[in-house]
């Protein structure tokens, strides 16, 4: 067989082959290091994934929503690398859908209001009270809804979480339900109930 046929039969068979005989699928990924492509979501990685043997013991998941502009996730992110412990989250989600990756994963952001709640109000609290916190908790912040804090995720971020959701659970395996929202675990602002249309529908979308 000559070069040209060779190269031609390759094709054939790589044609041939399932998608996923030729990528990993999203929870290979997820349980991989560095700064991989994730299909369906642009990424920046601020902080690249280390070791997962290494990374802090993860148990929950809480959404936060922010009060700044569009364009302010970039901004936060940015602030939140050079200073990882500060009041902020580890990942960030812009309106038009770009996840920034700000913290490393063995560093743990201060945010949470230490899981206050405990009158029942969206969930069971029981086993939330004191126990859902900022130290075994990935905080995910979705940015812009300034100035009117009601405004809900663009499609564009609901698009992403669909995805960063999956990610994120299945790399530190956190089952569905520990995805909270943070009015569900924390007494905040009563205007409106942040992360609680994002927590939700992570809920509704199921494995």
């Not at 699928?25 to 349980?31: E, F, G, P, S």
Request: glycine share 8%; charged share 20%.
């Amino acid at each position: 067989m000559n070069l040209r046929r060779l190269a031609i039969a390759l094709c054939a068979i790589a044609l041939a082959l399932p998608a996923s005989a030729q990528t990993p699928d999203l929870a290979t990924i997820a349980r991989s290091s560095g700064t991989p492509e994730i299909p369906g979501l642009k990424m920046v990685w601020l902080a690249p994934w280390g070791d997962l043997a290494k990374a802090h013991p993860w148990r929950n998941i809480i959404v936060h929503q922010t009060e700044g502009p569009a364009g302010s996730a970039r901004g936060g992110a940015q602030a939140q690398s050079k200073n990882p412990t500060r009041r902020g989250v580890m990942v960030w989600v812009e309106t038009d859908g770009t996840v920034y990756w700000a913290v490393p994963e063995n560093l743990v952001p201060t945010h949470g209001d230490g899981g206050n709640r405990n009158d029942n109000k969206y969930i069971d609290n029981r086993p939330t009270f004191r126990q859902v916190v900022g130290n075994n908790s990935v905080g995910v912040e979705f940015a812009g809804n300034f100035p009117d804090v009601t405004r809900g995720p663009t499609e564009a971020q609901v698009a992403a979480w669909r995805i960063l959701v999956k990610v994120l659970r299945a790399r530190y395996r956190i089952p569905l339900t520990q995805v909270y929202a943070h009015n569900w675990i924390d007494f905040k602002d009563a205007r409106y109930c942040e992360g609680c249309e994002l927590a939700k529908l992570a809920r509704e979308w199921g494995e």
